[in-house]
């Protein structure tokens, strides 16, 4: 049940992330959309970058977490390991990482809640991505996986 | 406030015209009537695509003279009719082309790139770049009016957005470009064939396209970037420096498309792309150009703009509303005008049938299909624009279609009180001040019994 709502999170962020990633934003002039030559591409679209690797170790790119950021979310339990491969594999790329409208000091909250939100608001600041969007449906679904297993450990005393 | 103004105007003149398929395209009798209409807006030029009308043939034709535009296997007659017809109208002729016969492209064409558009043979286009300045001198026996000469083509554009795969191919050769330095071999090797019959006519680059692909191995290379690397130019610390380069770009005159997503002054988003207000980006390539010697002839190139417009709604649901229409196009014209531009073509005089789609063509005419003038057809033949040089204080600029004496005017309750007076020229452009302004002012322009459309200042 709890890796049924888990994989179901993940899904529902990774659909919008693959489909940012694949259609670059585009501004047309008045009345001539359909002149693709015409298309002005807005920068930092993911489509105007390279794609982001979704490799956790290493790979050819920066992880969006750090290394504390995601040992607080693995001291979690399963479930929050979970959760971190989620975030390394459909947020945006560090440098576009918008800032979301909470943040929170590292090393201060010890909630999930709040550990997640850290993790991922960071302090890169700039625009693009998917800005507190992100942060909003991570916290919902980690609210939805504590739910569960609340749940489950009442029902076991 | 009435300034003491007969001398006349020594602002920089700007040349303005049309481009438009039907010049070529249309039957006689349409394309006659258009043209009649072009002068009446007080154009001065059009661009006419007259194509490259020698055997569309895989291998080069065999006998065949590509330097003689007499040959029997070249077909000029559409664009000998296209050129008389202008020039018999007073309109100087900007003959361009892009794409080529088969046999002109280069080896290897991959199966999914347009014939006409791989890697053009440098020598044919110089063969042909001999032709059309032979044909087009001015000393030519036009075959059609025995005993009389075709007409001589101020100017001749090779090819047309050379930073767009769909004119020619490639454009990126894995993670560097392709197309500025083939371009710069096509655009020599014009030159040379046609300053080998006629120096005085202008070659003119073909008009980039306004936007590229940021990232390698897209089918766009950013203008700015294209133009900088056809320049032999890099940018060190933020100066201009040279850059290698294997022979240095031969041409008259250097032209763009800025066409535009938002209103004139909304500049474009990316470093390399350039839309209206930064053709000075590519002002100061060129500039640099000369200084660092790296174009040729050694002389201060001018600046055309060979295409720009925007959609007009009517007829266009997605176009801008026709006194918005009206009034880009004179802010287009005065913006490119103070960035150093000294030519504008207009894309369309009259407005394409929408066909499959409205998106998919272009409704940017000054007229409608059906030759009715839109409002931009007034601002055309006599724009006017103020911006705001202080506080108090516009700058009005603006482009005269008659001589004589023109006044500034300011609306007042029911009437008019002139501001300034100048002496202008027939097609003449003034630029000027007037003092205690206030936003919203109404403001107009009237020599003889012509007045401009009215001007809101902002």
């Known amino acids: ?157 | 406030m009435l300034g003491a103004a007969p001398a006349a105007q020594a602002a920089r003149p700007l040349n303005i015209g049309f481009f438009d398929g039907l010049y070529f395209a249309a039957e006689p009798a349409e394309r006659d009537a258009w043209l009649d209409r072009t002068t009446a807006v007080a154009a001065h030029t059009v661009r006419i695509n007259i194509g490259w009308p020698a055997p569309n043939t895989v291998t080069r034709p065999p006998d065949f003279d590509a330097r003689d535009p007499a040959d029997p296997q070249y077909d000029f007659s559409r664009a000998d009719a296209a050129i008389v017809a202008a020039r018999g109208r007073g309109l100087q002729v900007l003959a361009s082309f892009t794409g080529a016969p088969a046999w002109v492209d280069g080896p290897n064409r991959p199966a999914g790139v347009a014939r006409g558009t791989w890697k053009p043979s440098t020598r044919a286009l110089e063969d042909y770049g001999a032709a059309l300045a032979r044909r087009y001198s001015g000393r030519f026996p036009d075959p059609a009016r025995p005993g009389q000469r075709l007409p001589r083509v101020k100017g001749f554009q090779v090819w047309n957005e050379p930073n767009l795969s769909k004119y020619l191919n490639p454009q990126w050769n894995g993670g560097r470009t392709a197309s500025p330095a083939l371009y710069r071999r096509m655009l020599s090797g014009f030159y040379r064939g046609v300053k080998s019959v006629d120096r005085r006519a202008l070659v003119v680059t073909a008009g980039t396209a306004p936007f590229g692909d940021p990232q390698p191995g897209g089918n766009r290379v950013q203008p700015a970037r294209f133009w900088r690397e056809l320049l032999c130019l890099r940018t060190l610390r933020g100066q201009l420096r040279r850059a290698a380069c294997p022979a240095r770009a031969s041409f008259d005159v250097l032209s763009h498309h800025p066409y535009s997503v938002g209103q004139p002054r909304r500049a474009a988003l990316n470093a390399d792309d350039v839309s209206i207000p930064d053709v000075r980006k590519l002002v100061r390539l060129l500039r640099g150009a000369e200084r660092l010697q790296r174009v040729l002839p050694r002389k201060r190139h001018p600046v055309w703009v060979t295409e720009i417009s925007y959609d007009s709604n009517p007829p266009d649901p997605d176009g801008v509303p026709e006194a918005t229409h009206a009034r880009y196009l004179q802010e287009a014209f005065y913006l490119l005008w103070r960035q150093g531009v000294d030519t504008i073509t207009w894309f369309q005089v009259r407005d394409q049938l929408p066909g499959a789609s409205f998106a998919a063509t272009s409704q940017s005419g000054v007229f409608f299909h059906d030759g009715r003038p839109k409002l931009a057809a007034a601002a055309f033949r006599f724009p006017l624009v103020t911006e705001r040089a202080s506080t108090m204080q516009l700058r009005v600029w603006g482009r005269s279609p008659r001589a004589g004496r023109l006044s500034i005017q300011r609306r007042v309750g029911p009437s008019w009180r002139t501001l300034r007076t100048v002496k202008v020229r027939r097609n003449g452009t003034f630029f000027l001040r007037v003092n205690r302004f206030r936003a919203g002012d109404r403001l107009r322009a009237r020599v003889a019994d012509e007045t401009s459309l009215v001007w809101t200042s902002r």
Request: proline share 9%.
């Open chain 1, 1 to 157: 049940m709890t890796r049924a709502i888990l994989a179901l999170a993940v899904l529902a962020l990774a659909l919008p992330a693959a489909a940012q990633a694949q259609t670059p934003k585009t501004n047309a002039p008045p009345g001539n959309s359909a002149i693709d030559e015409y298309l002005e591409t807005v920068p930092g679209a993911t489509g105007n970058q390279r794609p982001r690797p979704p490799a956790r170790n290493g790979g050819d790119g920066a992880a969006v977490l750090s290394a504390a950021e995601r040992a607080r979310l693995e001291r979690l339990g399963p479930d929050g390991e979970t959760l971190a491969d989620a975030v390394e594999a459909t947020a945006p790329a560090r440098e576009t990482q918008a800032k979301p409208d909470v943040t929170l000091p590292e090393g201060e909250g010890r909630s999930p809640t709040r550990e997640l939100l850290g993790a991922i608001g960071g302090n890169d600041g700039g625009g693009g991505g998917m800005g507190v969007v992100l942060p909003a449906i991570l916290v919902a679904a980690l609210l939805a996986v504590i739910t569960t297993v609340l749940l489950r450990r009442r029902a076991a005393s």
